[in-house]
Structure formats: C-alpha cells, structure tokens
C-alpha cells in the first residue's frame, strides 16, 4: 500500500506543481503586459511593475488552486489508466473505497496548502501590491463615494456618533479627504471634521493634518420649536469654523478596521474579515458582502478536495474513451465551470439575499454530489 500511495502521490503532485506554473506563467505574463502601460509616469518603471506583477502571483494560486488539482489529477490518474497501470493496480487489490481514500488524504493536504497561500501569504503579498499602486499611481481610490465607518462614542455633552468617510488611501498607510460627522443622540449634525490626510496610530487616535472643524451650536427652547417640533425661526443656530493644522482625533476604529474597509477585500485573511464583520454588525451596517465573502474563503480550500474526487471517475474510463488530451481539456472545462458557479452564486447570494454560508458551499457541495454520482456509475456499471 505504501508503494502505491508512493506512486499516486509522486505523479498527482508533480502534475499540480507543473499545471500551476503554466498558469502562473501565463498570468503573470498578463499581468506585466498589462502593467507595461503606465511605465514611465511617476517613475513608474519596468522593474516596478515586474515587481508587482509577481506580487499578484500568490493570490492567482489561491484562485486557481482547485483547478490546478482537478487538471494534475486528471493527467496523472488518466495516464495510469491509459497505460493500464490502474488496472493492474485494481486487480492487485486497489478498490473503489480504498482509492477514494487515497485521493481524499491527498486532496486534504492541498486544501491545507490553499488555506495557508490564502490566509497567509495572498493578502501580505496583495498588501505590498497595494503600496507599490498607491506610491506610483496616486493611491487607492475606494470606490465613487469612498468607504464609509460609523462610530459611536460618550462624551461630556452625551452620547454621539460618527459617520466616516475616507475618499482614498495612499502609501504608508495615509487616509487623504477624510470628512467626519458627529450627530448628537436626537440624530442632530453638531460637527464636522474636514482634513486632507489622517494616520491611525496604534491606540485608534487619527492624527489629521490640514483641519477644518465646522460647528453648530443650537439653542432649542420649548419656545423655539415650531408645532412639528422642528426648530423655527426663532431658535438660536450659531456656526462656526475653526483650523487647524493637525488635530488629534479620539475614535474606537483600529487601523485593521480602517484597512478592512479600505483596502480590497482580498487583502484580508478570514480572521479580519470575521473582525471586520463583527465591527459592522454592531454599528449596524451592511454587512452582506463581506459575510459571503468570509464563508468562501472559509469553505474555498475544501474544493481542492472536491477536485480530487471529481478526478477520480476518469481512472475508471477505459482508455478508448478518449486519449489524454481529450480527458484534460474536459477537465479544464469542469474547472472553468466550477469557478464560473462559484463567482455567479456570490453575486446572486448578494442580490438576493440569501443565506451567506449556503450561497459559499453551494457550488462544492453540487460538484462533490457530481463527482460522487459518476464514481458510483462508473465503478457499478463499468
């Protein structure tokens, strides 16, 4: 038995490791073509975005991991199954369940390796990524209206809370076009922030630079109030504005939630992305995408194992149903399928709201019951 696990192990792995760098190499490939157009501005040069192109490359094995695994799984258990060496294996005692448990350790250690490329070296990479485009292409835009933070606080003069808009980032960690509106507990604006870059240090204080504070003092009296409770005329609004040139700002927001909320979503390990959706439950903000997004990336390694059993029909078809090449290229079709359903679930999971985890494990478990259903035909009836 060790012999044969020695066998499948060496042939599967080397498959994997040699797909993997031909879709890296294409990638990367793409990546630096693509990359190629903005050399020359802000000093932008060819060995920058070499540079980062090859810092994309763990995020693009993370992507492309279970394909890798159903491809290299496919070559190497069609191979033995063309040159009948798997039916040899078969007839010296190698069965269905037996074979199925050899694939699942296998596929176990590949789901461990995407977890840790994943969880690990994907978003430190994408990190640095990140910094080289926001020092050479003039920061990170966070969408059209930038990203927004609520806050909530207690202060001498009572409850207040915070709405926080970043409209970019830039290197090193600076935040540029920060606006901050506190409302007093009846929901009243009384003050906003304006300043031109913030840096959150390590104890969630924003050192802003470039401040302007516009304040309303408002004076409401029973006899101010007009018959809908709103102010009338006669209530008493003075504003104010005050500059300053840095200005140290008290908040509960750490610099890993403001990052959450800057930086792209595939910077963020599943433990920040858990973080961060704790954080935006309790302000009670949406928290949708980010909830699917952590049960993906919680659930992704598992479909190395997936791929694996879905390899493993292929072992049992006989080697006049199709050459090598024939079985590879189905086998790219099923990966091609496979992240297709899972990107479509995501968005329809968005859309309609439904259930986070569900729409994650969704697309896995339909391809497990495939590969599960035609393993048992094959094995049965052929």
């Not at 042939?11 to 990638?27: E, H, K, N």
């Not at 709405?163 to 509106?181: E, M, P, Q, T």
């Not at 599943?270 to 993906?296: G, P, S």
Request: aromatic content about 12%; some cysteine.
């Amino acid at each position: 038995m060790r012999t044969v696990r020695r066998l499948f192990y060496k042939d599967i792995v080397s498959s994997v490791v040699f797909v993997s760098l031909a879709f890296l190499s294409l990638f990367y490939f793409i990546d630096f073509v693509d990359e190629l157009t903005d050399v020359g501005t802000r000093g932008y040069t060819a060995l920058h975005a070499a540079a980062y192109s090859l810092l994309l490359l763990p995020g693009h094995l993370y992507e492309l991991m279970p394909i890798a695994v159903l491809i290299g799984t496919i070559y190497a258990l069609a191979r033995l199954a063309q040159s009948s060496e798997y039916t040899i294996l078969r007839t010296g005692g190698l069965g269905p369940a037996r074979a199925l448990l050899l694939l699942a350790s296998l596929g176990l250690a590949f789901g461990v390796f995407t977890f840790v490329v994943g969880d690990y070296v994907a978003p430190l990479s994408e990190r640095y990524a990140t910094d080289v485009q926001a020092r050479f292409k003039g920061g990170i835009r966070v969408g059209r209206t930038g990203a927004w933070l609520k806050d909530h606080a207690t202060t001498p003069a009572g409850e207040r809370s915070y709405s926080i808009n970043v409209g970019s980032a830039s290197a090193d960690s600076v935040l540029n076009d920060i606006r901050i509106f506190e409302f007093n507990a009846d929901g009243r604006l009384v003050q906003r922030i304006a300043a031109a870059s913030a840096v959150v240090q390590g104890n969630a204080v924003w050192s802003l630079r470039d401040v302007a504070v516009t304040h309303w003092d408002t004076d409401l009296t029973p006899a101010s109030l007009g018959s809908s409770g709103n102010p009338g005329p006669a209530s008493a609004v003075r504003a104010g504005e005050t500059r300053y040139a840095e200005l140290n700002w008290p908040s509960s927001l750490s610099a890993g939630v403001v990052a959450a909320a800057v930086l792209p979503v595939s910077n963020m390990s599943t433990f920040e992305l858990f973080r961060y959706i704790v954080h935006l439950a309790d302000n009670e903000q949406a928290a949708q995408r980010y909830e699917i997004q952590f049960w993906k990336r919680a659930l992704y390694p598992f479909a190395c194992l997936v791929m694996v059993g879905l390899a493993l029909p292929f072992a049992y078809m006989h080697a006049r149903a199709g050459s090598v090449s024939l079985k590879v290229f189905g086998g790219i079709m099923l990966g091609i399928s496979f992240v297709l359903l899972n990107n479509v679930a995501g968005h329809l999971g968005l859309l309609r709201d439904w259930t986070p985890w569900m729409v994650a494990a969704a697309p896995s478990a339909l391809y497990l019951l495939l590969s599960l259903a035609a393993f048992s035909w094959l094995v049965r009836y052929r």
